[in-house]
Protein backbone atom coordinates (compact mmCIF):
# COMPACT_ATOMS: atom_id res chain seq x y z
CA UNK A 1 0.00 0.00 0.00
CA UNK A 2 0.77 3.85 0.12
CA UNK A 3 2.25 3.77 3.64
CA UNK A 4 4.65 0.80 2.66
CA UNK A 5 5.52 2.10 -0.43
CA UNK A 6 6.83 5.72 0.32
CA UNK A 7 7.51 4.84 3.89
CA UNK A 8 5.81 7.01 5.25
CA UNK A 9 2.60 7.01 8.19
CA UNK A 10 -0.26 8.37 6.07
CA UNK A 11 -3.51 9.82 8.31
CA UNK A 12 -6.11 10.59 6.63
CA UNK A 13 -9.75 12.52 8.72
CA UNK A 14 -11.99 14.64 6.66
CA UNK A 15 -10.32 16.79 4.24
CA UNK A 16 -7.06 16.83 5.60
CA UNK A 17 -4.16 14.50 5.03
CA UNK A 18 -1.49 13.87 7.62
CA UNK A 19 2.38 12.30 6.94
CA UNK A 20 5.06 11.86 8.96
CA UNK A 21 8.77 10.23 7.67
CA UNK A 22 11.38 11.44 6.37
CA UNK A 23 11.59 14.38 4.08
CA UNK A 24 12.58 12.67 1.01
CA UNK A 25 9.95 10.16 2.18
CA UNK A 26 7.60 12.78 2.62
CA UNK A 27 7.67 14.43 -0.90
CA UNK A 28 7.54 11.30 -2.52
CA UNK A 29 4.39 10.21 -0.69
CA UNK A 30 2.76 14.33 -1.67
CA UNK A 31 3.63 13.51 -5.23
CA UNK A 32 1.78 10.19 -5.22
CA UNK A 33 -1.32 11.84 -3.50
CA UNK A 34 -1.47 14.50 -5.22
CA UNK A 35 -0.89 12.22 -8.64
CA UNK A 36 -4.01 9.98 -7.30
CA UNK A 37 -6.60 13.16 -6.51
CA UNK A 38 -5.31 14.92 -10.47
CA UNK A 39 -7.02 11.24 -11.78
CA UNK A 40 -3.70 9.55 -12.16
CA UNK A 41 -4.16 5.55 -12.29
CA UNK A 42 -2.97 3.61 -9.04
CA UNK A 43 -1.13 1.26 -10.81
CA UNK A 44 0.75 4.67 -12.13
CA UNK A 45 1.45 5.78 -8.98
CA UNK A 46 2.12 2.39 -7.52
CA UNK A 47 5.04 2.14 -10.08
CA UNK A 48 6.21 5.43 -9.44
CA UNK A 49 6.56 4.68 -5.51
CA UNK A 50 7.87 0.88 -6.25
CA UNK A 51 10.59 2.61 -8.83
CA UNK A 52 11.80 5.03 -6.27
CA UNK A 53 11.95 2.66 -3.26
CA UNK A 54 13.89 0.19 -5.36
CA UNK A 55 16.66 3.48 -6.44
CA UNK A 56 16.94 4.13 -2.45
CA UNK A 57 17.44 0.28 -1.55
CA UNK A 58 20.20 -0.01 -4.34
CA UNK A 59 22.00 3.49 -2.95
CA UNK A 60 21.85 1.81 0.23
CA UNK A 61 23.76 -0.93 -1.42
CA UNK A 62 26.02 0.98 -2.55
CA UNK A 63 24.88 -0.13 -6.49
CA UNK A 64 24.27 3.30 -7.99
CA UNK A 65 23.96 3.49 -11.66
Same mark, same amino acid.
Given at each position: *? ?6 CF ?5 N?VG ?5 ? *???K??N ?13 V ?20
Amino acid at each position: *NLQNLSNCFICLKDNIVGIIGHSE *NIRKAINALTNLIQGSKQSSVFFFLEKEKAKIKKEDLGLRD
